[in-house]
């Protein structure tokens, strides 16, 4: 996602990304040649040599914290891929301490700039389809790797619940509204296997509308994703393989391919290009963002709920839920 992040800003007209940070030997260099960018073996460093107006934090999430925290302590604003956290104490650790630097926190829930998914929610907005009754979303990779294997390593990643699914769970709560209750199941969350994390999920919203959410890091090859609405009145549906005539699907891994699979879009700027602009014209205009680090905490707290009737093998009502130190 560092490099997704980076590309991005290289493509804004309205952007100068003046550094990029990696602790990992010649990974800065790396993207900073390839974005005409400078290289830097820490924030600190990046710091004292360009002075940035904005920090973009793409880490794993178990690192979100401290870096969050550092950059508000700087006084600069911040992005942060999601999760913001992999706990909610953080995540509201996080978002105060941003409050009180008097600097904006921005959360990378890219699926809300996906216009296929914009647009579904657009007509559903509008009562084109009706009462809704059901939604079934989808959402596929190609099992991550990242760095040292932190992706497999559940208290860091919280698996397919957390880094997976965490982008439908906060599209559907944007759509249909507050989720009454959970219910989940997961291979990594309930410690059956250390194989890649398969979940499904079915959440009950206030609407009475039922969704089903499964996910999975079993794919093959690439990145696929699925959606379905019902109302009384038709069907939306969307499918990121509709544009592909032809594909193959081979678990044969080459040493080159990207250690994390992302969602690609067939349109020319991408989404990402199109979120990471939208928090940039945030901070010259002063306008909300179409999500808030409110609503990062909350689809947040539905993956917990997740991950809590994953690992009880009961459902979780969200009204009453309350987090566990883990």
Known sequence: MGSVHAEAYANNPNAELVGIADSREGAASALAAKTGSRAYESLEQLMNAENPDVIDICLPTFL???YVLQAASYGKHVICEKPIS????????????CTAAGVRLFVGHVLRFFPEYAKTR???QAGQIGRIGTIRTERVSAAPRGHDGWYRDFSRSGGVLLDLLLHD????????GEVERVYARSLLASGETSEPDHAFVTLRFHSGAIGYANGSWAYPE???????????????????EDSVTNRSLLANRQADQAAVQ???SALARSPY????????????????????CEDAYEALKISLAC??????GQAVAMDSFTEVAR
């Open 169 to 176: 769970f906060d599209w559907l709560r944007w759509t249909f």
């Open 273 to 292: 290009e199109d979120e990471l602009g939208h928090f940039l014209r945030c901070l010259e205009t002063g306008e909300e963002p179409i999500v808030t």
């Open 86 to 97: 992999g706990s909610l104490k953080d995540a509201r650790e996080m978002i105060d301490a």
């Open 64 to 66: 979100h914290k401290p």
């Open 307 to 312: 991950i809590r009737s994953a690992e009880t």
């Open 262 to 264: 992302v969602p690609q």
């Open 122 to 124: 657009e007509l559903v």
């Open 222 to 240: 690439g990145f696929a994703t699925r959606l379905e609405v019902a109302g009384d009145a038709g069907i939306l549906s969307v499918n990121s």
